[in-house]
C-alpha cells in the first residue's frame, strides 16, 4: 500500500482495539501483521494458542501490541465465555472483524443425507459471527462509535454452484448485517461487508478445482479489509463480482445457463464417479463468458486509474 494508506490506517486503529477471528492462517494472519504493525491492540482469536503466540511474540517483536484467545465459534457457551473474557480484559473492542468460516464443497445431489453440512457452516460463518455481534455491539452503541466487518465471499454475488451450504450461510450473514445498518445507522456503527475473491489459504487446500483461476495472496486479501477499514464502506467488491452480480439482475436465466455450463464442467471434489468430460460446448460457453467478464472488469479498473 501507498505511505498514505498507512497513514490512514494507523489513524484508524492506533490504540483501538481490533478483534480478528481466524487470526492464526491465511487472510486473518496477514491482516494481524498489518493492524499490529499499524499500532491497533490485535486480539486474536482462534481454536488453538500456538500459532497465535508465535504471531503475538512477532507483532510484539516488532513493537506492537497482540493479545491470544482461543475459542471455538460454532459453540454457544464458548462463544460466551470468549465475549465475556475480552470485555473483561479490555472493556470494549472498537473494531470486529469476523473472518473466521469453514468451506464446504458439495453438490445439492450429494447432500440429501448432509443437512449437518448445512448446519456446520451456519454454526460458525452466521451464528459464530451474531453471537459475537451480539456480543460486542452494546459497548459500539454505548461509546457512539465502532465497525464490524464480516468477510463474505464473492460467491454470494456468482452463485457458485456446488457451494449451497458455504454461501446460504455467507448469505444469512449478509442479510442481517444489511438490517444491523438500517438500525444502527445514528449508533455510529459502521458494518462492512467484503465480498472475498478467490484466495491462497490453506481453506482452498481441500480441492485443486480452481488452481487455473486467478488467486490473490492472503496478504492481497488482507488488503481489500484494510480498505474497509480505512474507508468504512457498506460493501467491498472486486470487478468481477459487481459485474456477475449486475448480469444476473439484467439476465438471471442466461447466468444461471453459464454456471451450470460450470456445474458440468467441473467435477465432484474426490468423486471418481464425476470426473467426466464437460459437454464441449458448456464448457465452451462458461470459459467464454467468464474471459469476457474478467477482461470487461479489468478495462474498467484501467480506465479509472
Known amino acids: 500500500m501507498a505511505g498514505t494508506d498507512e497513514r490512514a490506517l494507523r489513524e484508524r486503529v492506533s490504540g483501538r482495539a481490533v478483534l480478528i477471528t481466524g487470526a492464526s492462517s491465511g487472510i486473518g494472519e496477514a491482516l494481524a501483521d498489518r493492524l499490529g504493525d499499524a499500532g491497533a491492540n490485535v486480539l486474536l482469536v482462534a481454536r488453538s494458542t500456538d500459532k497465535l503466540e508465535e504471531m503475538k511474540q512477532g507483532i510484539e517483536a516488532r513493537g506492537g501490541t497482540a493479545f491470544v484467545y482461543s475459542g471455538d465459534l460454532s459453540n454457544a457457551d464458548d462463544t460466551q465465555r470468549l465475549v465475556a473474557t475480552i470485555l473483561a480484559e479490555h472493556g470494549q473492542v472498537d473494531i470486529l472483524v469476523n473472518n473466521a468460516g469453514i468451506s464446504i464443497r458439495r453438490s445439492v445431489t450429494k447432500s440429501y443425507d448432509r443437512v449437518h453440512d448445512f448446519e456446520r457452516t451456519l454454526a460458525l460463518n452466521f451464528l459464530g459471527a451474531v453471537r459475537l455481534i451480539m456480543g460486542f455491539l452494546p459497548g459500539m452503541r454505548?461509546?457512539?462509535?465502532?465497525?464490524?466487518?464480516?468477510?463474505?465471499?464473492?460467491?454470494?454475488?456468482?452463485?457458485?454452484?456446488?457451494?449451497?451450504?458455504?454461501?446460504?450461510?455467507?448469505?444469512?450473514?449478509?442479510?442481517?448485517?444489511?438490517?444491523?445498518?438500517?438500525?444502527?445507522?445514528?449508533?455510529?456503527?459502521?458494518?462492512?461487508?467484503?465480498?472475498?475473491?478467490?484466495?491462497?489459504?490453506?481453506?482452498?487446500?481441500?480441492?485443486?478445482?480452481?488452481?487455473?483461476?486467478?488467486?490473490?495472496?492472503?496478504?492481497?486479501?488482507?488488503?481489500?479489509?484494510?480498505?474497509?477499514?480505512?474507508?468504512?464502506?457498506?460493501?467491498?467488491?472486486?470487478?468481477?463480482?459487481?459485474?456477475?452480480?449486475?448480469?444476473?439482475?439484467?439476465?438471471?436465466?442466461?447466468?444461471?445457463?453459464?454456471?451450470?455450463?460450470?456445474?458440468?464442467?467441473?467435477?465432484?471434489?474426490?468423486?471418481?464417479?464425476?470426473?467426466?468430460?464437460?459437454?464441449?460446448?458448456?464448457?465452451?460457453?462458461?470459459?467464454?463468458?467468464?474471459?469476457?467478464?474478467?477482461?470487461?472488469?479489468?478495462?474498467?479498473?484501467?480506465?479509472?486509474?
Do not use: C, W
Not at 218 to 225: G, K, R, T, Y
Open 142 to 305: 454505548a461509546q457512539k462509535q465502532g465497525q464490524i466487518l464480516n468477510v463474505s465471499t464473492i460467491g454470494v454475488q456468482v452463485n457458485v454452484p456446488r457451494y449451497g451450504a458455504y454461501i446460504a450461510s455467507k448469505a444469512a450473514l449478509d442479510a442481517f448485517s444489511r438490517v444491523l445498518a438500517v438500525e444502527a445507522l445514528k449508533d455510529g456503527i459502521k458494518v462492512t461487508t467484503i465480498y472475498m475473491p478467490l484466495v491462497k489459504t490453506p481453506m482452498m487446500k481441500s480441492t485443486t478445482i480452481y488452481d487455473a483461476f486467478p488467486m490473490r495472496t492472503a496478504e492481497q486479501a488482507a488488503d481489500l479489509i484494510v480498505d474497509g477499514i480505512i474507508h468504512q464502506p457498506k460493501r467491498v467488491a472486486t470487478r468481477v463480482g459487481n459485474l456477475f452480480e449486475f448480469a444476473y439482475g439484467v439476465a438471471p436465466n442466461a447466468i444461471d445457463r453459464v454456471l451450470n455450463a460450470a456445474y458440468q464442467l467441473y467435477p465432484e471434489s474426490g468423486d471418481k464417479k464425476d470426473q467426466r468430460e464437460p459437454v464441449a460446448g458448456d464448457a465452451a460457453t462458461f470459459q467464454k463468458v467468464f474471459k469476457a467478464v474478467t477482461r470487461r472488469a479489468r478495462r474498467r479498473d484501467a480506465g479509472r486509474q
